[in-house]
């Protein structure tokens, strides 16, 4: 009998580990990505809704448009003025714009070609770079969009001539995937 009863206690023992990670499998599926802290208190709140259940939502203000002056087909604008830059397929419809950091050179006005890329070097500032996509050259200044590993953005010493126009790093895997060699790049003002 005691072999009896030692075959129900591991047998249950082990139902119950399943049940467990079965239970924490779920549970970690369904917990968002990021938590949030709680509250001060711990009790409930009421949601924040608009007096009027009718009202609309305010919407998100809409990204800014291509220039117009930015040419046509698959490219990559950069508008020095906005320091923004766009990535329009060749549809002329824009799959993504960004702001950026620019760089002490600024290239002239015109159509340039993707020339280099490197996935990861130290930039001319000393900060490791990545997803570098280079486009023109002035004065032996290189110039070209990266991402700074730590997120960082560059601190201009308008004595030093750099050329790197930094994107966050998310921005900088975007234009990597979309810029390949030879790709049409557009500056404006």
Do not use: C
Request: hydrophobic residues 40%; positive net charge.
């Amino acid at each position: 009998m005691p072999a009896k009863s030692s075959s129900i206690v591991v047998a249950l023992t082990a139902a119950a580990v399943v049940v467990v990670g079965v239970l924490g499998y779920q549970a970690a599926a369904s917990a968002p990505d990021q938590l949030t802290q709680a509250r001060k208190g711990g009790g409930p709140t009421t949601p924040k809704t608009p007096a009027d259940p009718h009202a609309k939502k305010e919407k998100a203000p809409a990204p800014p448009a291509i220039p117009a002056a930015s040419g046509s087909g698959e490219r990559v604008v950069y508008a020095l003025g906005a320091k923004r830059v766009w990535l329009v397929g060749a549809d002329g419809k824009a799959r993504r714009t960004f702001a950026v950091a620019p760089s002490t050179v600024s290239p002239p006005l015109g159509t340039y070609s993707v020339t280099s890329r490197s996935v990861s070097v130290t930039g001319s500032d000393g900060i490791a770079i990545e997803h570098v996509v280079r486009f023109a050259s002035v004065d032996n200044v290189v110039i070209g969009f990266s991402a700074a590993v730590d997120g960082s953005k560059p601190d201009l010493d308008p004595a030093k001539k750099t050329g790197g126009v930094r994107e966050s790093r998310d921005d900088g895997k975007a234009m990597w995937d979309f810029a390949l060699r030879g790709a049409k790049v557009v500056v404006v003002a």
